[in-house]
């Protein structure tokens, strides 16, 4: 669960203002990209990470969940959190029941790249292509530095 005590003009806020001028943030998308786990039902997902290291540190590269809405639709996100290593995820997710599997990823050329009033979409969701069944599994392909939400039906 996240909140954020302002939600705008402020330090990771979800929008910025400049008089009448309004642009959304990254972190607006990635909030927007979770939603669909609101009032969903979560799911276990089984998958193995490598891990990330940053002086001496490490903690596993990618974090993932997953969730089944009313409808019957699944929604898998994943979070690559290593900004230079590309990463493929092969998962089981309990009682899989979806046919397709679409997705939204949210990542830019550079670490440092921001929404700014001069180029207020230079950080959006695109369509993602890099997951597929394969056989009992599903297969991704994070790039680095990304967050991408799979809708399965």
Do not use: W
């Amino acid at each position: 669960m996240a909140t954020l005590a302002q939600i705008a003009n402020v330090l990771q806020s979800l929008i910025l203002t400049s008089g009448d001028s309004m642009l959304v943030t990254p972190t607006y998308c990635v909030f927007d990209l979770f939603k669909v786990h609101q009032n969903a039902h979560s799911l276990v997902v089984k998958f193995n990470s490598p891990d990330y290291t940053y002086n001496g540190s490490k903690i596993p590269a990618v974090n993932c969940s997953a969730s089944r809405d009313s409808l019957g639709t699944e929604h898998i996100s994943l979070v690559n959190l290593d900004p230079a290593k590309t990463v493929t995820v092969r998962t089981t997710v309990e009682n899989l029941i979806s046919k397709t599997v679409t997705g939204q990823i949210l990542t830019a050329e550079r670490f440092t790249d921001i929404n700014t009033f001069g180029q207020p979409e230079k950080v959006k969701p695109a369509d993602f292509n890099g997951a597929k069944k394969q056989g009992g599994e599903l297969v991704i392909t994070l790039p680095p530095k990304s967050v991408v939400v799979l809708e399965l039906k």
